[in-house]
């Protein structure tokens, strides 16, 4: 079969579209046709170093839906490594199954994400009506469903993005400010009367984490939930103190979908979501399963919007 391989860490170059073995399931596993692989910006930090995923050399990729040979069951993943290829064995606990109505492309574009929006707005900061939060880099993949989250919850937003068109479609996914990120904790205490916001959700890191805490009202919450413009510095606890009394937290899907029963009671409520229309799934753009260099060049680049999906 064909799969996408990294052979050492390092940038998109790494990635080889090639031919491998096709995987034979061990005990409580079983063969999936792979229809839809999702990209996701942790497959960037898995071929760019040690710590995060497989080290190489690796097939890439955690998430995708498809169908199990031996019984056509419709199944998306977000916890499979080696995704990025036309099969995969797969632990029977770590699938859950992917409703009528719902396409393999919509759930692998909706199920790491939405699930971590889903997380995020209910648990990370449980959003209270009328609460302001901001959403960086709301035109993203996470950032267009956590912002529709925290709207399903009666939040208010403000989004920051890099450019107008990402600007519009935060603002269609239901942002009540876009703003840039130039002084943007300035601009969110002007929308703010003074106040700031309940909660800040980062997922952009070392760019944005120290101005987002003069972002935040008093007892306001940092969520720093990725690093797409690298790691932060440590932080000195100290400055929580003085900016008034602060938290921080530092999420992971992994924790909140961390037993089969955690994953399989969220990813249904987000496809119920997702079928009764309240939550638009965005496919930003689909490439061909050999083009996964281009893909994570572009996503790197800050050139997508919504999720990116890679066609087996
Ligand atoms: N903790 C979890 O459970 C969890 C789960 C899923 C994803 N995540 C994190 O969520 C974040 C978003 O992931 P995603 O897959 O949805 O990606 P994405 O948001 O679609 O893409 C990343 C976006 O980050 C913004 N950005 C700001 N500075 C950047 C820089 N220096 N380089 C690249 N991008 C930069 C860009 O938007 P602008 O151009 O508008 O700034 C870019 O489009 C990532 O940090 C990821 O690790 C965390």
Do not use: C
């Not at 699938?95 to 919509?106: M, T």
């Not at 950032?143 to 989004?159: E, P």
């Amino acid at each position: 079969m064909h799969a996408v391989v990294f052979e050492r860490y390092g940038g998109p170059e790494v990635l080889e579209y090639t031919d491998v073995p096709d995987p034979e399931p061990a005990d409580g596993q079983v063969l999936v046709d792979v229809e839809a692989v999702g990209i996701n910006y942790r497959d960037v930090y898995e071929r760019g170093g040690p710590g995060y995923g497989s080290d190489p050399p690796a097939i890439i990729g955690v998430e995708g839906a498809g169908t199990v040979v031996d019984t056509g069951e419709r199944v998306a993943w977000v916890a499979i490594p080696g995704s990025y290829a036309e099969r995969i064995a797969a632990p029977r606990d770590k699938l859950v199954p992917v409703p009528e109505g719902v396409s393999s492309e919509v759930a692998a574009a909706a199920l790491l994400q939405g699930m971590t929006a889903h997380y995020l707005a209910h648990d990370s900061y449980p959003i209270q009506e009328d609460d302001w939060v901001l959403v960086h880099a709301a035109a993203g993949g996470v950032g267009l469903l956590l912002t529709q989250m925290a709207r399903l919850r009666s939040g208010r937003v403000i989004a920051t993005t890099s450019s107008d068109e990402k600007a519009a479609l935060a603002s269609d996914a239901g942002a009540h400010h876009v703003i840039g990120y130039d002084d943007f904790a300035a601009r969110v205490h002007e929308i703010t009367g003074g106040e700031g916001v309940a909660a800040v959700y980062d997922g952009v890191g070392k760019a944005t984490l120290l101005e987002g805490l003069d972002a935040l009202a008093p007892t306001g919450r940092m969520i720093l939930y990725g690093a797409a413009s690298g790691r932060p510095d440590p932080l000195d606890l100290s400055v929580l103190s003085a900016k008034g009394s602060l938290y921080v937290q530092r999420p992971t899907l992994a924790t909140y979908a961390r037993s089969p029963e955690l994953l399989r009671d969220r990813a249904t409520a987000l496809f119920e979501l997702i079928a009764i229309g309240a939550l638009n799934v965005r496919i930003g753009a689909t490439y061909p399963l050999d083009q996964a260099r281009q893909a994570h060049e572009d996503l790197t680049g800050r050139k997508t919007t919504g999720k990116l999906l890679l066609e087996p």
